[in-house]
């Protein structure tokens, strides 16, 4: 049983920052890949930035220049650090993982991964 612990999330004013941090507890067979997701009400679950176990990177369009994906294979944990936050950028986020192989062009879907966090709220006020 894979357990993933979100936390760092908070309000902050438009243009501030937030770090968010997932910790990976429990057994998960072999390397893991991994992703962080944020959805608003009313919105579709969104992948934003994923990291493989190779540690190649992809971001959305909207998020690159302002999120940084990194992890901590020691500590097993994952983080997304984020800049310029904008109202935009309000949401649930929620760190996810998998042990397989996401499909090439499927590294932000959510379909793809099996171990979910519980999220943590961000509040962008203007």
């Known amino acids: 049983q894979v357990q993933l612990a979100e936390s760092g999330g908070g309000s902050v004013q438009a243009g501030g920052s937030l770090r968010l941090s997932c910790r990976v507890s429990?057994?998960?067979?072999?390397?893991?890949?991994m992703a962080w997701f944020r959805q608003a009400p009313g919105d579709e679950r969104d992948g934003i930035a994923s990291i493989d176990v190779e540690g190649n990177i992809k971001y959305r369009d909207y998020v690159k220049g302002r999120f940084t994906i990194s992890r901590d294979n020691v500590q097993n944990t994952l983080y997304l650090q984020m800049i310029d936050l904008g109202p935009g950028d309000t949401a649930m986020y929620y760190c996810?993982?998998?042990?397989?192989?996401?499909?090439?062009?499927?590294?932000?879907?959510?379909?793809?991964?099996?171990?979910w966090g519980q999220g943590t709220q961000v509040t962008v006020s203007s």
């Open positions: 429990g057994y998960i067979a072999g390397p893991y890949y």
């Open positions: 996810a993982a998998t042990s397989r192989r996401p499909a090439p062009n499927y590294t932000m879907w959510h379909r793809e991964y099996d171990n």
